[in-house]
């Protein structure tokens, strides 16, 4: 799929350079890209949807960037988010690890929280990233203040790491107690390993995290060096096939915090790149509100695979040091705060043993993919369910193989879903939509009321391929008065590597109640975070146009487990304006004030945005395609199952609505990259930047 569209954004005689970026994000669908070309004459966008090469994901970058019409060798920089390292954890398909660690603590990684895979029973399983037998003890021992209470035997360190070579582990990990107050040992113990290891793949617990909890800073770690040979080749040999056709540019690689950093340095902490596919997504959602005069959403990513939510506040994307990837796999390094749930397009729906109607949390994937794409699928998916409704036209899939009918998913329906469930096809077409829409309301709650905010205050911004077909429902469900539908949905991830920010996030422990922190030492670690986090981003400083520096803080009252992220007013903070801070994040978030707590600061946070050129949204539309009229726009009718009732509605094409038009449902708004079910009772308008915004 490509689309052409210019944009006449005139600037000064000065700039007739031809500048060509592209923004690609490899989904576990399809890979998209967004071209950007700019020069005096104005902006002109191009587009390309591919499938996504699973095997090897640079094949489907380099098709993306042919499919768009240009060769990497026109290209003067790529931004790129990637799902490999996402995926690899999640499907264990991971570099073999071995671990050096403190007597007697080879088992912290296994032994975790008071946590169990089910929430019901004593039964499930996990298995740890690094297996028993190559998690390793030496004697050495640091008390929580970093002095030494048993000094490091560097024999032992070294005859480990042999041992550990010898059985064939490729990335080693080295994890003692208390290093994040005392770095010493862990140093020296690298620079053993330096003289021994064969490759650079040594990740140092300390220098990834430094941050107290051994169980944290420890899984963030192996979770780094289990995806690091991977990360490491894929993007080289992404560097190599593009170099190969002539790219002699930067390549930026998303990470999970919304920021970008140089392909060059991404490996060293590759921990930080899980999440980077949802977090473009963000980006891009905040950039949209930006320009659409809005400041608060819910982002609402549904793609092929799963369904990503996320939440902005204040024109802010919240950001977590507290993802879990997994079971048992906490990684606490600061990144967008994305919930994701089971429920893509591509979600398998069954029946299950009880005999009740199951959606996900198995996905169809690219290959063999739903049915109606004829990838050889044959299990009914949420796709095929959309396909059954009349919400999805069969005629206007894009990257279909070979034509299905629609009897042919009709008769997998009856055959899977609504014989078994005593129902009609239609019946358990639209019960899959229903369930599927329960698991997506969730997440949605989860990242609003669970945190003490009002859905109700927010719009719900919705993308990804799928996204659009689903929000209005999701929206009336949870009393969301607005959707918002961007320009290009199903490409809005790759708009987000276009428009994504460099970031470099920064945390180190205190843990001290505050009432007896050091201030001074205070404000010597936020200048040292300030500083090292500043060298990193000022190495693009050609992409910069400014630099903003965020302080906050990781605080809770004594005796608590969980951390509350307040933001800090400046490096030269005072005790009194961080006990403000956290009083009232807390007092918003529980409603509750507890004023005869001490108060913990816990860790010291600081995040260096180096702000990008912003990218005119309204160049993602051609002035051109628009008519004068809504009704100019109509391209057909059709049945359309919405709100529990067959409707006939009309179908519009979403390139050729003028703004301003204003659409009521029931309505079907179709372009080349999703479809927008506009549900019965809903208004749609267009906006100044080509948004459709439905009013439930």
Not at 114 to 127: I, L, Q
Not at 568 to 573: K, Q
Not at 619 to 644: E, F, Q, S
Request: hydrophobic fraction near 45%.
């Amino acid at each position: 799929m490509i689309c052409g569209v210019v944009h006449d954004d005139r600037t000064s005689d000065v700039e007739k350079t031809l500048r060509r970026v592209a923004g690609i994000d490899v989904g576990g669908t399809f890979t998209d890209l967004l071209l950007t070309e700019a020069d005096g004459a104005g902006v002109r966008v191009k587009l390309a949807k591919v499938p996504t090469s699973a095997a090897n994901q640079a094949v489907g970058v380099v098709k993306a960037i042919e499919a768009a019409g240009v060769s990497p060798a026109d290209l003067d920089l790529i931004i790129h988010g990637t799902t490999a390292t996402t995926n690899a954890v999640l499907e264990r398909k991971v570099a073999k690890v071995g671990l050096i660690t403190t007597q007697g603590f080879r088992d912290v990684l296994e032994l975790g929280r008071r946590t169990r895979p089910s929430a019901y029973g004593m039964t499930g399983s996990f298995e740890p990233l690094i297996p028993r037998q190559w998690r390793r003890e030496v004697p050495e021992r640091l008390n929580a203040q970093g002095e030494v209470v048993t000094p490091l035997d560097e024999a032992a360190v070294a005859r480990e790491i042999r041992t550990l070579l010898a059985e064939g582990c490729e990335a080693l990990v080295i994890h003692f107690l208390h290093a994040y107050a005392n770095p010493a040992h862990e140093l020296r113990a690298g620079e053993i390993a330096a003289g021994i290891w064969p490759n650079g793949y040594v990740t140092l617990g300390h220098q990834l995290l430094s941050e107290f909890r051994e169980y944290e800073r420890g899984t963030t770690a192996s979770v780094n060096a289990a995806v690091q040979p991977i990360l490491d080749r894929y993007v080289q040999r992404l560097q190599n096939d593009l170099s190969a056709k002539g790219f002699k540019h930067d390549l930026l690689v998303m990470n999970g915090n919304g920021g970008t950093v140089p392909a060059s340095i991404v490996a060293r902490e590759a921990a930080k790149t899980v999440m980077s596919g949802p977090a473009s997504g963000v980006m891009a959602a905040a950039a949209t509100l930006a320009q659409s005069g809005l400041a608060n959403a819910i982002t609402y990513d549904m793609g092929g695979t799963s369904t990503d939510v996320a939440l902005i506040h204040g024109g802010v994307p919240e950001v977590s040091a507290e993802l879990t990837i997994d079971y048992g796999l906490p990684i606490h390094l600061p990144m967008v705060d994305v919930r994701t749930v089971g429920a893509g397009g591509g979600s398998i729906a069954s029946v299950n043993k009880a005999g009740m109607l199951q959606v996900g949390p198995h996905s169809a994937g690219s290959e063999p993919g739903p049915i109606g794409y004829g990838r050889g699928g044959t299990r009914p998916t949420i796709t095929d369910a959309n396909l059954v409704l009349g919400r999805l036209d069969p005629e206007r899939l894009t990257a279909v193989q070979s034509k299905v009918s629609l009897a042919e998913i009709r008769a997998a329906f009856e055959r899977d879903l609504a014989k078994p469930l005593g129902m009609g096809i239609e019946e358990a077409a639209a019960a899959v939509i229903r369930l599927g829409n329960v698991h997506m309301t969730g997440a949605i709650r989860m990242v609003s009321l669970s945190r003490g905010y009002d859905p109700r205050d927010f719009v719900l911004f919705a993308f990804g391929g799928a996204g659009p077909l689903h929000a209005v429902a999701l929206a009336r469900e949870l009393g969301i008065p607005e959707v918002l539908v961007p320009a290009r949905p199903g490409l809005t991830n790759a708009l987000g590597c276009l428009v994504a920010d460099l970031r470099q996030d920064r945390v180190n422990t205190v843990n001290t109640p505050l009432d007896q922190a050091d201030m001074a030492e205070v404000q010597r670690l936020i200048a040292t975070q300030r500083g090292s986090a500043l060298a990193v981003v000022e190495e693009e400083k050609a992409e910069i146009e400014e630099t903003v520096i965020l302080h906050g803080a990781d605080m809770q009252f004594r005796g608590q487990t969980h951390l509350i992220r307040v933001a800090l007013p400046g490096a030269d903070v005072t005790r009194e304006e961080i006990q403000a801070a956290f009083e009232k994040a807390y007092f918003h978030r529980f409603q509750v004030r507890l004023p005869e707590i001490r108060a913990v600061l816990v860790n010291l946070v600081t995040s260096v945005i180096g702000r990008r050129k912003s990218f005119p949204l309204s160049a993602l539309l051609d002035p051109a395609a628009r008519v004068a009229n809504v009704d100019a726009a109509v391209i057909g009718t059709r049945d359309l199952h919405a709100d529990g009732g067959w409707h006939k509605a009309k179908v519009y094409a979403r390139d050729k609505l003028p703004v301003g038009a204003r659409i009521e449902g029931p309505a079907v708004v179709q372009q080349i990259d999703a479809t927008t079910v506009i549900e019965p009772g809903a208004v749609a308008t267009v906006d100044p930047i080509g948004n459709l915004r439905v009013k439930v």
